[in-house]
């Protein structure tokens, strides 16, 4: 049967693109939004934003309405439209560009010219009303309502928005937010009412007590494996209680208890009645302003209705009539405002007719985030008003107000809002873009709409290629793009929606050995954005921020959270001032006796390093080098090691694609039938522990292990064998059969009962410098290998190497009694794939440029906000940024991370550096000299003597450069040097040293 793409997206959901997303919403509610269709009424910048990220969350249907002709003001925020598109309906001029987001033609994408009447309506699950009259917007949620549509409204004026939600009657949320399920592994429940659950010492109890929990895989007391999620109380870090447990059979062991998803009825007012009396969705802008702008905007469109027309930029006049509504509107209010905020509404009307593009991605973003609400039922929907604005964006009070009078330009919405001469000045800029993936691209997306660059220069740096998942979440890719350098497609990408901006890409890793991320280059920018995904890099860019005194905002998503933090020189502590959360990692003991399925995965994930990659990269050495290379390691235990996966991957190489099957075979009797026997030989069932009486397996979350036997007729071991085999078949250049009926042929062939485990010498008796020529001789004697063979290393992206971690680890979590999980949560897990969806990004890349917006101003400390996101919840905080710690070092000097000493250090000795240290710091002595990469001198090595007489540059090209001339391009170097206080021998570590060496 032929399939148009549209029917295959019905049959399935395609894991390749949607990938990302689906980590956030789960394969169910995808299901539930390819069954939604949404119609977007108004495409003006905010209405584009909506229909973009919709599109590429994949909908059953996205279609648009707007009959109004597109104008020059469009172009601020339209990134659909051009200037040739002036004139022409909005809507069909943005129909071409809307489509190209529709990547493998999943989602129906169209317009609707005409009126807009109940019966057309009723065929929609969501409409979301933009850049509508009040009255309109009322109109239109009381035909949803009539039939049973979701509405949703949204609005930006200025640097103000407004969403409004309304979901009908009644509406259930299935699950409230994103945390996704939680297991802990129990190590006791009682038998009492109420019955107390203890979980294994490592874990600790993080659940709300408005979740419910089940309780699985338990031993004796089986009865509570068969119940229904239930109830529970938090009484300690390991303990919980539940229902009475008095008449259930003892424990005896195992147990995994889990949260699961709690489930809310809404209810949810007219747009008419909710008027009259709002509900404001609380901790959602950080800012006490729901109630003030909730009047300001109801004045904003009585003006619209009494004039035809919105206030004029600046015009106090018209402010005048805005505030006498406002006033009126409180008056007949049933809960009144004390008094209405006059700056706020002021600010309000000044800019209400021009739109910015960070202001349309934040709210964008969060209106589309409500559509998938909507047509899911997860996660909790605003209830009902959001309200927020970013006034500290604005110019300073007393900017002239032909300053904001149009240009006839695309930027005359900016100006409108903003002001020509700050407009001028985001032209001017320079900006450094580290990652171009989700929020690098709407990041992009706003520079390309305010014409940043424009007179100055965007730079970006992303060493990663376009891949298949990168089309749901990273707006400027096409499928065309798939497998070029993210920062070329990014460039070209911004150049088609703004020809005005300069850019340049680097397809580089961000590192402090990049010689072309020095002074000279940082010295052109204005500051730097990081849109990455990885502590480190970040720490990277931070410290080059630091270095060269940059503006930095860092931006980060994980799945619906995200977050923005404004790093300004002098003004603010570091992104490395405050310490992440380590990733959690598990010691070889853990791995040895697992309880969970990551430690599962994690021994699958070394297995295939060791078998597939380090074993034959050890035999491609060997053949290269010889046994020397291997020798050279400097502990003889890494070299016993390393000697003995020589000698396994040599006695042992195939010939056939049979020959690589039996391999398999052998493989998986090691793994899951002798090494669990020999587990149970070495700790048998009823084996205690001689200091406390206690069974071995019931201590802590051990799991006692079993034994699996080979069973062709069961898919997780045929997925093990046909990977492993095929493998192992790459390895070694041998043509491959992956299908499982030609493995399966390859079995009859094989006498499985006979293939039995490689027994490894009993070396014991040795000393590790004598079993080093043991396997020494035995490689030597051995057989030979006549040609290199092929390592492979991991590709999360590959099927066949999934497939081998997901059956490795799900027969391991067999033997272990942990449930199996899928491959595509396997793959999420063992990959650390960061989960990710267009609206997050969005919103943390309009919320980075509101910060950048303040920079270009120059605003003070108090101005800037850092952002914290939870768009489940849904939930915007907004914090100060914390000023930098001081470090006091004397009563009468102290300095902070953005002090640096200055020094020229052309044609001078280390001990003339240390000299003029020294007499600087009377009170200090230098104990050692280091820069980022290398040690250059230190006081208690004696073979750094002589480095006391060598100049800087000398120690350089030995240290740094290990003999290699340093290249042009390097005009300083910057240095740690470390001291001790005279007064008490105390270490005390100096500002960073800048040390010009040309």
Known sequence: MNFTPREKYEEFIDERLYSRQLYVIGHESMKNLRDSRVLIVGMRGLGAEIAKNLVLMGLKSVIIHDDGLADLMDLSTQFLLSTSDVGKPRA??????????????????????????????????????????????????????????????????????SVFCDFGDEFLVKDKDEEEAESLMITNITQSNPGIVTVGDECRIKWEEDKKIVIREVKGMTQINDLPPQNFKRIDRTKFSIGDTSSFSPYEGGGIARSVGSSLLMHFDSMRKSMENPKFQSDCSGKE????????????????KSKDRLPLPQNKEDYKEVLEFSIKLNEKAKIKLEKIDENLIQKLSFGATGDIAPMTSLTGGFAAQEVLKACTGRFTPLNQWFYYHSVESLPPSGTPDIDFEPTGTRYDGQIAVLGRSLTEKIHRSCYFLVGSGGIGCEILKCWAMMGLGKEGMIHISDMDKVEMHNLNGQSLFRSADITQFKSKVAAKAVRKLNPDVNIRFYPIKVDKKEDSLNERFFSKISGVCTALDDVNSRNIVDDLCIRYKKPLFDCGTNG???????????LTESYGSSADVPEPSFTHSTLAFPNVIEHTIQWATSKFHNLFEGQLELVRQYLQGGIDCILKNTSPYVVVSSLYDLQSAMIDVPETFLDCVEWAIRLFKDFYLHLPHQMLRQFPPDSVLQSTGELFWRVGTRRQPETIEFDEDNDIHMDFIVSAATLRALNFGIKVDMERDGVRKELREIDISQIDKVARVNNTHLDVNEEVEYWKKEIENGPSITFEPYPIQLDYNSELHVDFITSASNLRALCHNITPISRFRCKKIAGKVIPSIINTSCIVAGLANLQLIKKVLEKPLESYNNGFINLSLPSIILSTPVPPFRNQIKDDWSWDLWDTIEMDGRNKTIQEIIDVIEQKFQFLSVSFISTDTSFIWGEFFPSHTRRRQMTLMEVLRETVYKGTVVPD?????????????????????LPIVRLKIR
């Open 92 to 161: 069909l001029a943005s129909l071409p560009k809307l489509s190209q987001y529709n990547h493998l033609l999943y989602v129906d994408v169209g317009v609707h010219c005409g009126p807009l009447d109940a019966n057309f309506v009723s065929g929609f699950t969501v409409v979301v009303t933009t850049n509508l009259r009040l009255e309109e917007q009322i109109r239109m949620n009381e035909m949803c309502r009539s039939k049973g549509v979701s509405f949703i409204n949204a609005d930006t004026m200025g640097v103000f928005c």
């Open 289 to 304: 302003c729901g109630a003030h702008l909730h009047i300001g905007f109801q004045a904003i469109h009585l003006f619209l």
């Open 560 to 570: 619906l959270k995200g977050h923005c933090q404004s790093i300004i020189p002098f």
């Open 969 to 989: 391009n390097v005009d300083e170097v910057y240095a740690s040097i470390q001291c001790d206080r005279k007064e008490d021998n105390e270490d005390v570590e």
